[in-house]
DNA sequence: CAAATAGTGTCTATAAGACAATATTTC
DNA sequence: GAAATATTGTCTTATAGACACTATTTG
């Protein structure tokens, strides 16, 4: 068996398969401004040269798919290892409709979905591509190049779904957060107001999910208000109870 | 632009790029005889010949992912076509580590998660390959061809959690069916016994679950007990609130 | 001081789980 | 009749959400 194996695989023919490409995209959500954003790139080349696309790249020979994606985040974010540690990247989904990709190379994408921190810089394009932190609202009035709004449309499901029974709203936030920045997370994720008190208290009592620092903030808030107690993640990856949406629970 | 494009495809050269190729593999999961059990195929042809595996195969040029899909679960299970519209059938997650394919062709493989009723026949295979329902303890103990073991833990863990927050239970057992073989499909998939009463009240409480069809089981219980109600799914898809595995609550 | 916010207290409705009870049915 | 099982009842505890209250801080 070990012979015909080899023998077989002198006679493989690689071109008699149509060809395909594989590349991963990247949804990559931060919070600015209370506002759900997403990082979009300017293409410089074809197709849909001038369009804004999810960035994304072709998966190297060499790499995994996990590795593929990690490189295009940090290339494409310009993140700082110390930040790139703390953000979440997941596999998202497949995507793969004859035709998603106008050249003559059937090219399927795995998309993969990121939660990062507030990042001061604008964000840095590596190369002559022009990258940009776009509102969602802003994202429904464009079109997107491929299917990249259906991609960024499952994402930001998947998104609302993760906070609701993981700590990954913490990824939204630094390394010290208050309850109030927390809450802002799922508030403007799940685009509904949560009662901060219920919250609050449901934030401390689930185990593991936050821990105190002994710490609180410098100051109050920006109209008044006592400081806020600052707080790190507790450890607990999956959140039992759950935080379930209001919105779904009726 | 209309026209750079256009030049760019002339000199587009698809050789330029390493061969690589999409396959969909299954995890297509059933209950038998209180056991959960999974489809494989003995492998006619190398790699791996004589090796058992997921079903699966390549992505034709016309398909899309989802319908590679339900081509290969439709020819591989032999289901009739009422059957097959019961059968739950997603997306679970993509595999491509380099050498994961010992061709020279770099292989990713798009992998489906598939939930089957109980099937009468042992299973029909298409050509001469040979097809079986291997319970889950046995494959534990058989080394399955490329990273397929991988896929079906991920299959296997991703199908517990479904059956938490969704009516996918339904799918593992026939159109009309009692309470208490919804719970064997919760037990067994679970692996854990779940209280007869407080399962029973549940289920029917939770909204669009279940509906009553006004009729019962012809007989009791093989060894005694009064005649069950039968039951059909509700409609629901999500259940709330959900029903949550006695295990991870603690 | 007025307004805003952090954090806590309290009460109610709902849900989960333990346990028991009753009615049917099979061998 | 003995054992098994479906279904319902009851009680306790945990949780979610509504609402109110106090203390602290900013402009």
Redesign the pocket.
């Given at each position: 068996m070990k012979e015909a194996e080899a023998e077989w695989l002198k006679t493989y023919e690689p071109r008699a398969y149509p060809p395909v490409g594989v590349t991963v995209d990247l949804v990559i959500l931060t919070i600015r401004d209370k506002e759900l954003h997403v990082l979009l790139i300017e293409r410089g080349e074809p197709p849909f040269k001038g369009e804004w696309a999810l960035p994304g790249g072709f998966v190297q020979p060499d790499e995994d798919l996990a590795e593929a994606a990690a490189r295009e985040l940090k290339e494409e974010t310009g993140l700082k290892q110390t930040d790139l540690d703390r953000v979440y990247l997941d596999q998202l989904k497949t995507f793969g409709k004859p035709g998603r990709d106008p050249r003559p190379l059937r090219v399927f994408t795995v998309a993969y979905l990121a939660f990062a921190p507030q990042v001061p810089e604008p964000v840095a394009g590596t190369d002559a591509k022009n990258a940009a932190w776009m509102s969602l609202a802003a994202t429904r009035n464009m079109k997107l190049a491929f299917d990249h709004a259906e991609i960024l449309a499952e994402g930001v499901e998947r998104a609302r779904n993760k906070l609701e029974y993981s700590s990954l709203a913490t990824s939204f936030v630094g390394p010290e957060f208050?309850?109030?920045e927390l809450r802002n997370v799922y508030e403007v994720v799940w685009g509904e107001q949560l009662?901060?008190?219920?919250f609050?208290?449901?934030v401390?009592s689930v185990d593991g999910y936050v821990e105190e620092t002994g710490r609180?903030t410098e100051?109050?808030?920006?109209?008044?208000?006592?400081?806020?107690?600052l707080y790190r993640w507790g450890g607990a990856t999956q959140l039992h109870?759950?935080?379930?949406r209001?919105s779904e629970?009726t």
């Open positions: 208050t309850i109030s009662h901060p008190g219920n609050h208290r449901k401390v609180t100051r109050g808030g920006e109209r008044g208000g006592p400081r806020a107690r109870p759950a935080l379930l209001p629970t």
